[in-house]
């Protein structure tokens, strides 16, 4: 069974400054997807950045990017010039190919101050 | 294509009554999915069916959850006799299966937040 464990249950950051949201995993499994999700409050959970874990160069997507160490099964997410539409609460998800099921993280409830 | 739609969105209930939840996915999408989120928590697997076949059942799927995809398009899930513990956010997800290699991953709808008095 896969595990995934977030370690921030809160974090908080200026507006235009950087965070970053860590994420731990735990498989045996060799093919699978990474993602990172932002849930606002009473929205809907949309998808921020994902991660093939074949590939070993690290996604981006504008001010979203992320850290994946495979072999020490960790993938954080970096957020640069913090907007307050960030503040929302982050859910690391492992997708199981085989599967055909994501286990998610516990969240991070993540506050842009101005 | 609009994205991925439940109906209701909120269900107040009271104990031992029975509900219905609705999910529409993305047309083309073959793989739906059911999730659980309690608050502060995140979204935990429940079922999910590729086309009409339901291919795996968490544990926390008792037998008083019931789940359906007929026609491999919208899936309803029932649960009967509620308790107050299955108070909690029901979330549906579509995706194509496999993953196409850059852009796709699960789409979740906005959910049925049930309530049990």
């Known amino acids: 069974a896969q595990t995934v464990t977030q370690s921030q249950p809160e974090m908080s950051v200026q507006e235009a400054e950087t965070v970053t949201l860590s994420c731990t995993y735990d498989t045996s499994e060799n093919n699978y997807y990474l993602f990172w999700y932002k849930q606002p409050p009473s929205r809907q959970m949309i998808l921020v950045i994902r991660?093939?874990?074949?590939?070993?160069q690290n996604a981006t997507e504008n001010r979203f990017s992320v850290n994946f160490q495979k072999a020490a099964k960790s993938f954080s997410l970096k957020i640069s010039d913090s907007q307050l539409g960030d503040t929302a609460m982050y859910f690391c998800?492992?997708?199981?190919?085989?599967?055909?099921?994501?286990?998610f993280g516990d969240g991070t409830t993540l506050t842009v101050k101005p | 294509d609009t994205g991925v739609s439940q109906d209701p969105r909120h269900k107040i209930t009271k104990r031992g009554q029975n509900v219905t939840f609705r999910c529409d996915p993305i047309?083309?999408?073959?793989?739906l999915y059911w999730y659980r989120q309690t608050l502060g928590q995140g979204p935990e697997f429940l079922t999910y069916f590729q086309n009409e076949a339901q291919l795996e059942k968490s544990r926390l799927l008792s037998d008083r959850f019931s789940a359906e995809r007929p026609k491999g398009s919208f899936s309803t899930l029932e649960i009967q006799r509620t308790e107050q513990g299955d108070s909690a956010m029901y979330l549906c997800?579509?995706?194509?299966?496999?993953?196409?290699?850059?852009?796709?991953?699960?789409?979740f709808g906005p959910g049925t937040r049930l309530t049990v008095l």
């Open positions: 998800a492992f997708y199981n190919t085989n599967a055909g099921k994501s286990t």
């Open positions: 047309s083309e999408h073959n793989r």
């Open positions: 991660q093939e874990a074949y590939k070993q």
């Open positions: 997800a579509s995706s194509s299966h496999p993953f196409s290699p850059s852009t796709d991953t699960q789409y």
